[in-house]
Structure formats: structure tokens, C-alpha cells
């Protein structure tokens, strides 16, 4: 069989074991390994090497949709790397490509680092559950960890809306319907008010990105569905404040009491580099919706969700300054890497002290 450069590269990827590979005219391919950015030893991709590689990967669909849109995202299987998923940009006018390696299995909690608590959040039969962190914090690897923890666990069905699909679940207790943007449905939005008469247990959301999307989760929370789904913001709050903030008037009155009735909970993530820089470790902040955190949305005082969620850290509920310093005092991130996330570096420095 004829191995082309991008095999070649793929395979280099997963030797160095990395997450990304980046394919950018200009500069060599580029690993991202650990959080870090490594560029090969090797030549200066040409801008015809990389409109030859990316052509070759596509359809004449896909082709003609990335022509008019000017940028795409796909799944594939590789048989060298298994599933990745390909992010397609335009540069000066040339294409360039962002590859992120989708791995074959679904690791354990304790290998993610995900608290215990996650897990009983999503055994309930209802409400509105969130992943939300920056692009590359494992969002999508939690996601995944959740749905493949109702598969073994549920007799239900479980219908995926995802851009693009990431990891490919078997049905195992549950039936696992996984819906692709752009291949099985024209856009979030409309598969979002289709799935619905699907009649679905349990519905997954690949992101949640405007007005639209959250009136629609929500509603199905409200209804007697779960619903796990993503989105960025950095930080609990700010996840509670993007919801609500979208909206105005009367409709952001009707957001709020449905956000405080069917909300479960939320994680917000980040990936940091180990203290070793050998791996990447999780660093989380979890809030639970108890009574007290859903009088606090009822009454728009998110300004003392802090304070509750530290009142509460016996039934679970982490902050994000409090995880940073465990993972510091158990060596697994530096003092430097806590200090430079933490929302509120003094307290972790007076805890040192």
C-alpha cells in the first residue's frame, strides 16, 4: 500500500502521542503535544503541498461546501490513527488544516480526573447538565465519558447532535442515535426541534451556541428529558450570565425560572500542563443546582454563587481556585501553573503560606 506525506505525518502524531496536528504553508507540520506546540524536523510545508492534501481528503460535497463557506469541519477514520477529526480554514486565500486525534476508547473517570459527583448528576432522568471550559480543555472527552456512562447504565434512547462526530458509540444498554451536522442534519438548531419527536430519553448537544439552541435544551429539560450539552465559557457564572445575558425582557424573565427549575448542574474545565509536563491534568470547578443555587438564578444574584458553592463543598461542589491548589498540593501541577489560572491568585498564596 502507498503511504502519502499525510499518512506519514499522522503516524509521526501518534508517536509523539499528540492531540492536534496542525498543517499550515509556511512552517513545518506542527504537533501539539502535552499543551505545547512542537514543530517537526522536517521541511516547510508549500502552500501546493497543502491544497494537494487537503483536496485529496475531501469530496466533490465537501469540496463545493468548503469553496463557498470557506471553512469545514469533518470526521474521518484513518486506518493509521483511527477517528480524527479535520478542521478545514482558508489562509491567503489557500486552504490549511487542524487535525484532532479522537482516540478508540472511552477513557474511565479516574484516568480523566472527573469528580464522583458528575456521575450522579447525570443518573438522573431529567434536566439540563453542562460542559463548558475553552476550546482544547477535554469538553468533548467528557461529553463522551457521560453519554458512554448512560449507555452501560440505562435502558433508553440517547440521540447525539454533533459537528462532527467525534467517537462512534455502540449501542450497548441503550440505543445511541448519533446525528451529524451537515451529514444527517442541515444545522444545530433545526435538529434540535426535529429531535424532539424522536422520542429520545436522553439528548446530547454538540455545543450550544446562541438564543435559539438554549430556549430549545431547555425546554426539553422542562419536559422530561435530559440534556447534556457544551459551551464555551470559562467558568460556571459565566455560563449562568451567557444564557441569561442572551435574552431580554420578558423572554430572559422565562429563561431564568427555566434555567432555575430544570438545571442539574455544571462543569467548567481546563486542561494544565502536568507538573513534570509529561501529560495534561483536569482542573474543574462543579456546581450542583440545590435549592440554594437555584433561588440565587430565580433572583439574578449570581454575584454570591461563589460564596455557595464554597458553603457547599461537603456535598461536592468545587471551586475552580480550590481544585487548582489540591492538584498543587498533590504535586500535580507547579505552584506557577496554579497561580497563573486561578481567579483569585492571593488565596492560593495565603494557603501556601
Excluded at 8 to 17: I, P, V
Excluded at 192 to 218: F, K, M, N
Excluded at 232 to 240: E, G, I, Q, T
Excluded at 312 to 327: H, Q, S, T, V
Amino acid at each position: 500500500m502507498t503511504h502519502t506525506p499525510l499518512d506519514s505525518l499522522l503516524a509521526t502524531a501518534q508517536e509523539y502521542n499528540a492531540s492536534d496536528l496542525h498543517i499550515i504553508a509556511g512552517v513545518p507540520p506542527a504537533f501539539r503535544v502535552n499543551g505545547e506546540i512542537i514543530l517537526a524536523e522536517s521541511d516547510t510545508l508549500m502552500e501546493s503541498d497543502v491544497d494537494e492534501m487537503a483536496f485529496q481528503m475531501l469530496n466533490e460535497a465537501q469540496r463545493d461546501t468548503f469553496e463557498r463557506e470557506w471553512e469545514l469541519c469533518i470526521s474521518m477514520r484513518h486506518p493509521m490513527v483511527g477517528r480524527v477529526r479535520v478542521t478545514f480554514y482558508k489562509r491567503n486565500g489557500h486552504p490549511e488544516m487542524s487535525f484532532r486525534f479522537c482516540g478508540e476508547r472511552i477513557s474511565t473517570r479516574e484516568e480523566l480526573g472527573l469528580p464522583a459527583k458528575i456521575d450522579e448528576l447525570v443518573r438522573r432522568p431529567n434536566g439540563l447538565f453542562l460542559i463548558t471550559g475553552p476550546t482544547g480543555a477535554g469538553k468533548t472527552t467528557t461529553l463522551n465519558y457521560l453519554v458512554d456512562l448512560i449507555n452501560r447504565e440505562r435502558r433508553c434512547k440517547v440521540v447525539t447532535i454533533e459537528d462532527p462526530i467525534e467517537f462512534v458509540h455502540q449501542n450497548n444498554r441503550a440505543i445511541v442515535v448519533q446525528q451529524e451536522v451537515l451529514t444527517d442534519v442541515h444545522s444545530f438548531n433545526r435538529a434540535l426541534i426535529h429531535v424532539l419527536r424522536q422520542d429520545p430519553d436522553v439528548i446530547v448537544v454538540g455545543e450550544v451556541r446562541d438564543a435559539e439552541a438554549i430556549s430549545t435544551v431547555l425546554t426539553a429539560a422542562e419536559t422530561g428529558h435530559l440534556v447534556l450539552a457544551t459551551m464555551h465559557s470559562p467558568n460556571v457564572a459565566h455560563a449562568l450570565e451567557r444564557i441569561t445575558g442572551i435574552f431580554e425582557g420578558s423572554a430572559q424573565r422565562q429563561v431564568v425560572l427555566q434555567l432555575a427549575n430544570s438545571l442539574q448542574g455544571i462543569i467548567a474545565q481546563d486542561l494544565l500542563p502536568s507538573a513534570d509536563r509529561t501529560r495534561r491534568v483536569l482542573a474543574y470547578e462543579l456546581m450542583m443546582a440545590n435549592n440554594a443555587v437555584r433561588n440565587l438564578i430565580r433572583e439574578n444574584q449570581l454575584h454570591f454563587l461563589e460564596n455557595t458553592m464554597q458553603t457547599a463543598a461537603k456535598e461536592g461542589m468545587m471551586l475552580m481556585d480550590n481544585c487548582l491548589y489540591d492538584l498543587y498540593c498533590k504535586c500535580a501541577i507547579s505552584y506557577d501553573t496554579a497561580m497563573s489560572r486561578a481567579r483569585h491568585p492571593d488565596r492560593i498564596s495565603r494557603k501556601k503560606d
